[in-house]
C-alpha cells in the first residue's frame, strides 16, 4: 500500500486549482480521476464566463468566492497568459415589473461589494447595444470570458511541475477510515493508497464519494441532482458585443437563456435547465423554438433559422428547493480529521476555483 500526504478525487477546474495551490505545501500529492484525461466533465462544457457574484445570498460561500474570485483569476490569467477577455455584461429588463427586480438585483450586488455595476435606462442602452430590448438594465464592465481549457492546463502543468501525480480512468469504490487517514481503492485495481489527507472535488459524483466514506448524504444535505444546460450557437454574426442576460427565474436554478460570446466572438445562447436522472450530453433540436423565443425577449431581430445545436452541461445542483450554497467543509466535526467535502460546485464555481483552492488550504492549516 502506497502511503501519500493528499489524495484529491477529480481533475476539474476547482480539484486542478486544489492541486495546483496544495502541491506547494505538501511533499505528495495524488489526483485521482475517473475519465481519461483532465477537465473532461463539467468543467469543459459551460459558457466560460467570469461571473461577478452580484447574484448570490451575501454572506455566502458563492458570494465571497466569486467575488473574491473574480479578481483572484483575472491575475492569475494576466500573470500566466491565459486567455481572456473582459467584455461587460447587461442584466436587463423587459418591464415595469422587471425593473423592480434588477433594482433588487444591483443592490445586492453592491451589498456583495462587486465592483463596476451601474444601472443603465433605455436610452443608455441603445447606444452600446442597438439590437437590444429593454427598459433598463444592470451594466457590470467587469464580467468577462475565459478560456477554461488553458485555464485547466497551466493549473494541470503547475501541479505536475511541484511533484503532484496524477492517475487517470481510475474511479475511486472504496474509502475507509483508519487511525492514520484513509484508504482508498480504485475499481477494478488490486491498488490502496493511504492517505492522510482526501479532497473529494468528484463534481457530479462528489454526493457518492461522501457517501462512500460512509457519510448519510441526504440527511446531511448533500444529495445532488442533475440539472442539464443545453446551448445553441448563432449562425451569423453576432447583433451583440457584451454578454446579455435576462432577470434569473425565481422559480428555476439557473441564470435563464441568455447570450454569451467566447473569444473568438462567437454567439451561443442557453443554458436552459432541465432536471434529468442519467448523464446525457446531446442537444434536443427540438428545443429550437424555446431558444429562439427566449433570446428574442432581449434581443430583436434574430433569425430562427441561424439556432442551431451547440453542447450540454450539467450542474451537480444541491438537491431541495432555492438557491443552494456551495458545500465546502472540513468533515472533522464529524471525526474525519483530514477530509475535506466539495459538493454542489456548480455556477460560479469556474470563476472561483482558484479562491476555493485557498480556502480548502485554509481549512487544513490545524491538521
Not at 451594466?139 to 468577462?144: E, R, V
Not at 493511504?194 to 466514506?213: P, T
Not at 448524504?217 to 449562425?235: I, T
Request: proline share 3%.
Amino acid at each position: 500500500m502506497e502511503n501519500v500526504d493528499v489524495t484529491i478525487i477529480g481533475a476539474g477546474a476547482v480539484g486542478l486549482a486544489i492541486a495546483a495551490k496544495l502541491s506547494k505545501e505538501y511533499q505528495n500529492i495524488v489526483i485521482l480521476e475517473s475519465q481519461g484525461s483532465y477537465g473532461q466533465g463539467i468543467s469543459s462544457r459551460n459558457s466560460e464566463v467570469v461571473h461577478t457574484g452580484i447574484y448570490y445570498p451575501t454572506g455566502s460561500l458563492k458570494e465571497r468566492l466569486c467575488v473574491e474570485g473574480a479578481h483572484t483569476l483575472y491575475s492569475y490569467c494576466k500573470k500566466y497568459s491565459v486567455p481572456h477577455k473582459i467584455l461587460g455584461k447587461l442584466i436587463v429588463a423587459t418591464s415595469p415589473e422587471e425593473t423592480k427586480q434588477l433594482e433588487m438585483l444591483f443592490h445586492n450586488g453592491i451589498n456583495n461589494g462587486v465592483r463596476g455595476l451601474s444601472i443603465l435606462g433605455h436610452d443608455d442602452i441603445v447606444k452600446i447595444e442597438p439590437d437590444v430590448t429593454a427598459t433598463a438594465a444592470i451594466y457590470s464592465s467587469n464580467t468577462g470570458i475565459i478560456d477554461s481549457h488553458s485555464l485547466m492546463k497551466n493549473l494541470y502543468d503547475q501541479a505536475v511541475s511541484e511533484g503532484a501525480t496524477f492517475s487517470f480512468n481510475s474511479t475511486v469504490d472504496l474509502i475507509e477510515q483508519e487511525k492514520d487517514g484513509y484508504v482508498i481503492g480504485i475499481e477494478e485495481e488490486d491498488f490502496r493508497l493511504n492517505s492522510r489527507i482526501v479532497i473529494n472535488s468528484a463534481g457530479l459524483y462528489s454526493d457518492r464519494i461522501a457517501e462512500l466514506a460512509g457519510m448519510a448524504v441526504d440527511d446531511l444535505g448533500y444529495r445532488l441532482e442533475y440539472r442539464k444546460g443545453s446551448y445553441f450557437s448563432y449562425q451569423k454574426c453576432s447583433p451583440v458585443k457584451l454578454l446579455v442576460y435576462p432577470l434569473p427565474d425565481k422559480g428555476e436554478k439557473g441564470l435563464g437563456i441568455h447570450a454569451t460570446l467566447d473569444l473568438k466572438e462567437r454567439l451561443r445562447f442557453g443554458p436552459d435547465s432541465e432536471l434529468v436522472k442519467l448523464i446525457d450530453f446531446s442537444v434536443d433540436v427540438n428545443k429550437k423554438d424555446t431558444f429562439y423565443k427566449a433570446a428574442s425577449q432581449y434581443i430583436r431581430g434574430l433569425d430562427k433559422d441561424s439556432f442551431a445545436p451547440d453542447m450540454s452541461g450539467i450542474r451537480p445542483s444541491i438537491k431541495g428547493e432555492g438557491i443552494k450554497d456551495f458545500i465546502i467543509k472540513h468533515e472533522s466535526g464529524r471525526d474525519m480529521v483530514g477530509f475535506v467535502n466539495l459538493v454542489g460546485i456548480e455556477s460560479p464555481g469556474l470563476t472561483a476555483s482558484i479562491s476555493i483552492a485557498d480556502y480548502v488550504s485554509e481549512l487544513l492549516l490545524d491538521i
